[in-house]
């Protein structure tokens, strides 16, 4: 595939998971995006899934060899879990530590904010426990 072609279905495998199209992502991997990408951003189409909570896709992505820790954006997002976790998207977070992700991996290249951190932020009580069940730890004990 060239250069351009990839960078056109790269931005729009990252548009399809962001709206949940788990059929056009499906579609755009058998077409030979490699889920392991990023639009001109610098967004990955797994982060995308995982902070608008959409759970099928993120387990498709995953499915296809999307990394479960990879850092999204240019320094101002950060990791799929992390997304999750900060809107209580429970069903996407359990499908990434069913994949490997890292409870305790803070974003901001291990210098921000943990998972459990952000499920904190808000009333998440069922995501925080998920994350505390798969090991995370809380920062004051970190």
Do not use: F
């Not at 899934?49 to 320094?75: C, F, I, K, M, N």
């Not at 209580?88 to 992700?101: D, I, N, P």
């Not at 994350?131 to 920062?139: C, E, H, K, Q, T």
């Amino acid at each position: 595939m060239n250069r351009r072609r990839r960078k056109k279905l790269s931005k729009r495998l990252v548009w399809a998971a962001m709206i949940g199209d788990t059929a056009g992502v499906e579609a755009l991997l058998r077409a030979g995006t490699p889920a392991e990408t990023t639009d001109p951003e610098g967004t990955t189409p797994l982060y995308a899934a995982s902070v608008h909570g959409a759970a099928d896709t993120v387990r498709v992505l995953l499915a296809a060899g999307a990394s479960p820790d990879t850092e999204s954006g240019h320094g101002t997002q950060g990791t799929p879990l992390c997304a999750a976790a900060c809107w209580g998207h429970t069903e996407a977070v359990r499908a990434l530590l069913a994949h490997g992700a890292d409870p305790n991996l803070r974003e901001d290249h291990g210098t921000g904010r943990s998972p459990l951190d952000w499920a904190a932020t808000g009333p998440y009580a069922e995501t925080s426990a998920a994350l505390l069940a798969a090991g995370a730890r809380p920062s004051w004990r970190a």
